[in-house]
Nanobody, 123 residues
Framework: VQLQAFGGGLVQAGDSLRLSCAASGRTASMLSMAWFRQAPGKERDFVAA????????NYADSVKGRFTISRDNAKNTDYLQMNSLKPEDTAVYYC?????????????????WGQGTQVTVSS
């Protein structure tokens, strides 16, 4: 499975961005998908995850109510809509996928990783 993330950029606090993650090599409907982020000098942290059918989602407390994960299995793509961005959301965002239906929050559960896309939020 190959994952490719798109959509990062430089925005101001309060703005919105939508990240996309395109999967190839496996039908996306067989994969749970997730987003993690890593700020300089910090661990890679969980952001959001979605089950393979889209019926179950998980979010980090820090993004609940601001970020929404969704997927379009016909396009083999999942999305992370990020609203009300804050400077502390600045990080490299990685998409990840795992075989199976459970959208785990633990990065160790994910088998496949994309290359990351930079999100920078200025104050």
């Amino acid at each position: 499975v190959q994952l490719q993330a798109f959509g990062g950029g430089l925005v101001q606090a309060g703005d919105s961005l939508r990240l996309s993650c395109a999967a190839s090599g496996r039908t996306a409907s067989m994969l749970s998908m997730a987003w993690f982020r890593q700020a300089p000098g910090k661990e890679r942290d969980f952001v959001a995850a979605i089950s393979k059918g889209g019926g179950m989602t998980n979010y980090a407390d820090s993004v609940k109510g601001r970020f929404t994960i969704s997927r379009d299995n016909a396009k083999n793509t999942d999305y992370l809509q990020m609203n009300s961005l804050k400077p502390e959301d600045t990080a490299v965002y990685y998409c990840a996928a795992r075989d199976g239906s459970v959208p785990y929050t633990n990065k160790g559960e994910y088998d496949y990783w994309g290359q990351g896309t930079q999100v920078t939020v200025s104050s």
